[in-house]
C-alpha cells in the first residue's frame, strides 16, 4: 500500500512541476544511486537462498525510490520545506 501511495505522489509530482528532477548533480545522483540499488536488489531475488527476504527488501528499496523522488520534486519551494521541519517533528511525536 506504502509503495502505491509514494508512486501516486511520483505521477501528482510529474504533472504538476516544469522540472519534476533535481537540477543539482548531487540530487540526480542520489536518484540514479537508489535505482540502482532497486535494481540490484530485485535481481539478488535470482540467486538469494531465501528469495521472499530479497524480494521484500527490493520493494522496500522501490518504495525509499519512489519517496526520495516525489519529495525531491514536491519539496522545492522554501515555504513548503520550512513547513515540512515541523510537520514531520509533530508525526513523530505523537
Known amino acids: 500500500m506504502g509503495r502505491l501511495i509514494a508512486w501516486a505522489l511520483v505521477v501528482v509530482a510529474m504533472l504538476s512541476s516544469r522540472h519534476p528532477l533535481p537540477a543539482r548533480l548531487g540530487g540526480r545522483l542520489a536518484l540514479i544511486g537508489l535505482g540502482l540499488l532497486a535494481l540490484w536488489t530485485l535481481l539478488s531475488f535470482t540467486w538469494a537462498p ?6 521484500h527488501a527490493g520493494q522496500r528499496v522501490i518504495l ?29 511525536w505523537s
Do not use: F, I, S
Open 64 to 92: 525509499y525510490a519512489g519517496a526520495l523522488l516525489a519529495g525531491a520534486a514536491l519539496l522545492r519551494r522554501r515555504a513548503v520545506q520550512r513547513a515540512v521541519e515541523p510537520l514531520l517533528a509533530l508525526g513523530a
Open 50 to 55: 531465501v528469495a521472499g527476504n530479497a524480494y
